[in-house]
C-alpha cells in the first residue's frame, strides 16, 4: 500500500512538472553584466525573431548596479531590480510585436530588440 501511495505521488508530480513544461514554447537566457552588456537568447543563440507563447525566462543578473526589463504588447516586465544580484525565472506571454529587453538605468546602450510572430 505505501508503494502505490508513493508511486501515485511520484506520478501526481510527474504530470504537474509536464503540463508546465507542455505549456511553454520555449526558454530563454537573460544576460546582464558584469560589465555593461544585456543580452538574450534560446538554445545558446541570440535571438532576433520568436513565435508567439509562453516561454520562460531565467535572467541571470551579475551586476548590483543593472536590471533587466521586458517590454512590449502586453508585457512591462521587472524581471530583476537594480540592487539585486542573481538568477530569478519568470513565465512571459508573448504576443506578436516587437520587444525590447534593456537595462533601466543604462537603457541608451544597454538594450536589445525581439520579433515575435
Known amino acids: 500500500m505505501k508503494r502505490s501511495l508513493a508511486a501515485l505521488a ?12 507542455l505549456g511553454a514554447t520555449g526558454k530563454l537566457a537573460g544576460s546582464v553584466g558584469p560589465g555593461f552588456t544585456i543580452s538574450l537568447t534560446k538554445g545558446g543563440k541570440k535571438v532576433k525573431t520568436l513565435t508567439k507563447g509562453t516561454y520562460v525566462l531565467t535572467v541571470s543578473d551579475k551586476s548590483s548596479i543593472h536590471n533587466f526589463v521586458v517590454e512590449g504588447p502586453g508585457v512591462e516586465r521587472d524581471v530583476t531590480t537594480v540592487s539585486f544580484k542573481g538568477t530569478k525565472t519568470v513565465t512571459l506571454k508573448l504576443r506578436a510585436g516587437k520587444y525590447k529587453f534593456y537595462c533601466r538605468p543604462h537603457e541608451s546602450s544597454m538594450f536589445g530588440f525581439v520579433t515575435v510572430k
Do not use: D, E
Not at 15 to 21: G, P
Open 10 to 21: 511520484a506520478l501526481a508530480v510527474l504530470l504537474a512538472t509536464a503540463s508546465v513544461a
